[in-house]
Structures are given as structure tokens and as C-alpha cells.
């Protein structure tokens, strides 16, 4: 697969001694939020792939969708700047513009995406508005390529295979031989490619993916179809069959993107621990995942766990303060 060269690589591994300390098992961060594009964030890797791909197929203007407060968003805006094409951003959740217009959607507007709002209320449905935009494109004149939702394509996944390959490499450099790698899922494409990246490099850990949004019933079905798509493209000897997927969903909360009390904890004990900033949307509730089931026994106090910190931070700015601080 064609693959850019933009993001900061490898990604720190770090030891997270006072985390550990205070929660019980031997914790390391994976930094993938300084992958160093706009940000960062786990969709810099994703993005290597699929703008390589736009650019291999002579597009001028990459389309990309999510919420109005989409990583996503704003790192394809970034990426795409840095090689000089243009951004349509398809944003959904609110009617209209949202206001005051603070964290990801500010930086998309800074990076000078163009938007069009859907309100895509109740169901997360875009109906035909991305193919609308793609059309007003080819009218004039440009060349549109549409990033898949959650960049989750054969390309994204295949960029956490070889991020599970970088990890392996650190994992020797350090000695260090982990039991659990945590990471948080919303497409899903992320936990694919890292549950094909331990399959098929045959590491010792097992893989659980904390949702923020789906139900467990509908990642066991989703996740072997992306699995099955890309180990297809790579050639892969082994694919996951539902057995082999470990996904959580008791840590969703009312909704996608509603602050769970867990969630606000967690990034409040990891900040003052470690001096590590989550964000309310993904790595928060992962970590709330992470605490989740080292209380309930699934993760042992002797045992050893990576958790993926996949970035996301600018959300925070478009939540209320008493939200995140809690009632202090
Ligand atoms: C998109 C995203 C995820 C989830 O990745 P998927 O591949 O969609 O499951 C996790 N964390 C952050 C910060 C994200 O932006």
C-alpha cells in the first residue's frame, strides 16, 4: 500500500510509575497523541495511508466526515495542507453551525476547511450529503477523494498493524513483556488493526478495546468484516473470529461524547499522577475501561498493560469546566 511519511515516529512508550502505583498493575503509555500533525492523534497513522492512496488515484480535495468535534476532522485538514490539497469537511450532530465554536471544529476553521453542517439528530445517518459535496466538487473542476468514516479502510487498519510492529520493537528495547494492550474504540478500525497486528506478529498480549459509542453485539460483527477486508489487500494468515475479539461497551455512558462520571475521574487521576492529558471522548472512557476492570479482577494487580493513548484533547475545550473537575 502507498504510505506518506508525515507523522512523528516511532511514538514514545512510557513508563507511567505513579498511575501504576495508584491503580495496582505496571502501566506504560503509547503516546500515539504526539504522532506531531495537527496535534495529533491516532488518525495520523490512519491518514499516511489513505492521503498516499487520494494522491495515487490524482485527487486534489479530500472529503472527510464525523461530528462537529471530529479528530479526524482536523487532522485530515492538517495533513491535507501540509501536502497541498484542499479540505471539505461533512460535520453532523447539531443543526447549523455549532456555537460558541471552541475545540476541533475552532481548528478546522483556522486550517481553513470548508464545512458543511448536517443535522444528523437522532441517528448518525449523513444521508446523501457527502455525495452531494463530492458532486459540487467534480462541478468544479476538482478532483475529490472521500475518507471512509473513522478513516477505518483496509488503510487505516493497516496502519495499526505497523504500529503494532513499532510497539514490538520498543517492547524488546525495554524488556518488557505485556499482558493486556487497552485502547479505546469508535469505528473500530484502530482495535482491528492492532487485534491482526497481535495475531499475525504473534505477540503475547491480549488486545481489549473499551467502546465509546457501540454496542459489543455490533464491534463483534463490524470488526471481522474491516479484518476481513483488509487481511484480504495484506495477504494476512490469521483473522479474528468473534472469540478472538475482546470489546467492552459498559463504558458508553448515556450516549457518544456525553462526560461520564468515570471518565472525568479517570482523566483527573491521570493528569495528576503523571501529568498526562486525555480527552472526554475516547481515551477518558478507555482509561475509565482500564480502572474498570482492574477493580472487577480482569486485569490482575501483578500483571502488565500498555494502554494506546489515541489523543483527542482539543474536545476538552468544548466541555463545561464543572463537568471535568468534577465538584471540587
Ligand atoms: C477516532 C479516535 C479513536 C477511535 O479510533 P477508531 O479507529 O475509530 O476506533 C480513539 N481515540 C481518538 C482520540 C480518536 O480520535
Known amino acids: 500500500m502507498p504510505r506518506l511519511n508525515l507523522a512523528?515516529?516511532?511514538?514514545?512508550?512510557?513508563e507511567a510509575p505513579r498511575l501504576s502505583a495508584?491503580?495496582?498493575?505496571r502501566i506504560l503509555f503509547k503516546r500515539d497523541d504526539l504522532t506531531g500533525v495537527g496535534l495529533?492523534?491516532?488518525k495520523v497513522r490512519k491518514l499516511e495511508f489513505l492521503i498516499?492512496?487520494?494522491?495515487?488515484?490524482g485527487a486534489d480535495t479530500l472529503i472527510a466526515s464525523g461530528g462537529f468535534q471530529s479528530n479526524l476532522a482536523r487532522i485530515a485538514v492538517a495533513m491535507a495542507n501540509g501536502v497541498g490539497m484542499r479540505t471539505e469537511l461533512v460535520l453532523g450532530g447539531v443543526p447549523g453551525e455549532p456555537r460558541p465554536m471552541v475545540g476541533n471544529l475552532l481548528l478546522d476553521r483556522l486550517l481553513g476547511?470548508?464545512?458543511t453542517y448536517v443535522d444528523t439528530e437522532p441517528r448518525w445517518d449523513f444521508g446523501d450529503s457527502i455525495e452531494r459535496v463530492e458532486a459540487e466538487v467534480r462541478r468544479r473542476g476538482g478532483h475529490p477523494y472521500v475518507v471512509p468514516l473513522g478513516a477505518s479502510?483496509?488503510?487505516?487498519?493497516?496502519?495499526?498493524?505497523?504500529?503494532t510492529a513499532e510497539l514490538q520493537q520498543q517492547l524488546v528495547e525495554l524488556n518488557v513483556e505485556p499482558h493486556h494492550?487497552?485502547?479505546?474504540?469508535?469505528?473500530?478500525?484502530?482495535?482491528?488493526?492492532?487485534?491482526?497486528?497481535?495475531?499475525?506478529?504473534q505477540a503475547g498480549y491480549r488486545v481489549t478495546g473499551i467502546s465509546v459509542s457501540r454496542t459489543r453485539e455490533y464491534l463483534l460483527d463490524k470488526i471481522p468484516e474491516f479484518a476481513r477486508e483488509a487481511g484480504s489487500e495484506l495477504q494476512l494468515s490469521h483473522l479474528p473470529r468473534r472469540q478472538d475479539i475482546f470489546v467492552q461497551d459498559e463504558y458508553v455512558g448515556p450516549s457518544y461524547g456525553a462526560l461520564t462520571q468515570g471518565c472525568s475521574e479517570a482523566i483527573r487521576l491521570v493528569a495528576r499522577t503523571e501529568g498526562v492529558i486525555l480527552d472526554p471522548v475516547y481515551s477518558g472512557k478507555a482509561m475509565a475501561g482500564l480502572i474498570g476492570m482492574i477493580r472487577s479482577g480482569l486485569i490482575r494487580r501483578d500483571e502488565t498493560?500498555?494502554?494506546l493513548h489515541t489523543g483527542g484533547q482539543p474536545a476538552l475545550f468544548a466541555y463545561e469546566s464543572e463537568q471535568l473537575l468534577g465538584r471540587e
Open 181 to 201: 494492550l487497552i485502547v479505546g474504540v469508535g469505528s473500530g478500525g484502530t482495535y482491528t488493526g492492532l487485534l491482526l497486528g497481535q495475531m499475525n506478529l
Open 113 to 115: 476547511a470548508k464545512v
Open 305 to 307: 498493560v500498555v494502554f
Open 52 to 57: 498516499a492512496r487520494a494522491l495515487q488515484e
Open 40 to 42: 495529533g492523534g491516532n
Open 8 to 14: 512523528k515516529l516511532p511514538t514514545p512508550l512510557d
Open 22 to 25: 495508584a491503580l495496582g498493575p
Open 153 to 163: 479502510s483496509a488503510e487505516g487498519v493497516a496502519a495499526y498493524i505497523c504500529a
